[in-house]
């Protein structure tokens, strides 16, 4: 069985608790998940490896936590979402590994900028919840196929709906297994896969349940306050670390 480096085993295991403690814990943070590891490896490749360690903490985080989901939000989102992921697939064949990360990082910092108009957008999406969803949910299918990067979207969403921390982690966690299910044979044929890698990728994948148990103990440790001041300042990070390493 071939396995990677040392270094580089050490490093798909911190991303393994680092996948665990987001699913179960922080869900907006997903995207710095990408933006790690794809320093190390080519964007592309990075989409696809981390896509695994999302499926399994996925599962984790959906077995916690799907009693507690907002079910009817999810499914009126449906669509816009897949329609999302069409056009992300489409923009995967013309996008190359240095443009993926600067496109997606511009889209959640333009999100993230409007943190300030929350109130006002809340009253818009009491008034007009079909446009905001409609809205939000084109933006994180797209977001998700071309960079795992639909957690601060759903975020800044999620909690204009005024959701609790467990309802929220809850929802985001049959949004994302249903969302990183459909992606499956869109990566498959953009060969996003390397099949080399798995060996490396199944024997540190157990960590994402002990990362995942860390995150459950911190959502019941954390105030709502401070939670969502996390997610929001998370989901700024995450933007800008995209941003940046188009530059380097």
């Known amino acids: 069985m071939y396995l990677l480096s040392p270094e580089l085993l050490m490093l798909l295991a911190v991303v393994a608790l680092f996948t665990g403690f987001v699913k179960a814990g922080m869900p907006a943070l997903g995207g710095l998940i990408s933006a790690v590891v794809a320093l190390v490896f080519s964007p592309r490749e990075a989409l696809g490896i981390c896509l695994i360690y999302l499926l399994v903490g996925d599962c984790v985080a959906v077995s916690f936590y799907w009693r507690l989901a907002h079910l009817s939000e999810l499914k009126k989102m449906i669509m816009p979402v897949f329609t999302g992921i069409v056009i992300g697939g489409v923009m995967l ?7 993926l990360g600067l496109a997606i990082g511009l889209m959640v910092m333009f999100l993230v900028s409007l943190e ?18 409609t ?26 709906l005024k959701l609790d921390k ?3 982690v809850g929802t985001s966690s049959i949004f994302f ?23 490396s990728i199944a024997i540190t994948a157990p960590l994402v349940y002990v ?3 860390l995150g459950r103990s911190f959502l019941n440790w954390v105030s709502q306050v401070w939670f969502t001041r996390i997610i929001l300042a998370g989901t700024a990070i995450a933007g800008i670390w995209l941003i940046v390493r188009y530059f380097l």
């Open 166 to 168: 467990k309802t929220f």
């Open 116 to 133: 300030p108009l929350r109130p006002k957008l809340t009253e818009l999406a009491i008034y007009y919840p079909k446009s905001v969803r």
């Open 211 to 213: 990362g995942a148990i």
């Open 93 to 99: 064949s013309f996008l190359d590994d240095r443009n």
């Open 177 to 199: 297994i249903t969302v990183n299910t459909t992606k499956l044979p869109i990566f498959y044929y953009q060969d996003l896969f390397t099949v080399a890698y798995f060996p």
């Open 135 to 160: 809205g939000s949910g084109l933006f994180a299918g797209v977001s998700t196929t071309i960079g795992n990067a639909a957690g601060p979207i759903t975020a800044l969403y999620f909690l204009l």
